[in-house]
């Protein structure tokens, strides 16, 4: 019988440990985000998400963008973005981004989005032009895409990563028997042959995993060993974290050397480059990741 992770009740929420105690976010620069983000009326997975590095990113000026709304048509269930039917749609949306993306004057972009189920292309035309926009008013800027599942909808896959973006990422999340109750909308195999198509475009391929959850370390290895095989570069490995107790319960806090190990293992079997710490999410040090060989 395979054992799957639940839901917490206030009694049984897990203390965090001093490891994965945060600054908030203060500072000019954090400000200077913040005030940016509003007036153009952009949406932050590291709001949306509730990300722990918000004020270590936005205090460096930078931060990530998630198009296409706010409201996700997927229930994943340790994911703090808003769950259904969404309204927005918006072709006017890359050109804000674009702009406040200049204004911002990073010198990398990163760039996601919820997953929009109910759309023929699942969006993908949005994210095209949100590519080439931001292309157009940063020429030197480099962009990661972190990209939804398109389930099995390669068209719309492909028209994501047509604007020459130096990365595309799509995020595993978990082990593969987890997935049922991580991830219920999405396949394991489906996502690692997306990432196989990515790579097989001549794109940098990178995806995220959390650990935490209830997953071994056999089956971590055996995660990176499928990504390996199909084409994944770049793989960051944090802590999960529940962001509410209706969300999914953590079932272990890794300790720092563990997720050290686990960054030795993954170049081990294989991987270009691996981020591996409790903190570390799928954008976190994005900027070194567009230095990795293609070849």
Known sequence: ????????????????PDWLRVKLPVGPEYAKVRKLVDNYKLHTICESGNCPNMGECWGAGTATFMILGNVCTRSCTFCAVATGRPTEYDMEEPKRVAEAIKLMG???AVITSVNRDELKDRGAE???????ETKKESPETTIETLIPDTKGNWDALYRMIEGKQEVVSHNMETVGRLYRIVRPQAKYERS???IRRIREAGMRTKTGIMLGIGETKEEVFKAMDDLAANGLMILTLGQYLQPTKMHLEVA?????????????EGLRRGLKYV???PLVRSSYHAERHVNVPLD
Do not use: C, N
Not at 1 to 16: G, N
């Open 192 to 194: 690692l042959e997306q």
């Open 1 to 16: 019988m395979i054992e799957l992770p639940v839901i917490s009740s206030p009694e049984t929420r897990k203390r965090k």
């Open 106 to 108: 990073v010198k990398h």
């Open 252 to 264: 272990e806090f890794i300790h720092p050397d563990m997720f050290a190990m686990y960054r030795e």
């Open 126 to 132: 949005v994210w095209y032009q949100t590519v080439v």
């Open 275 to 277: 981020e591996s710490g």
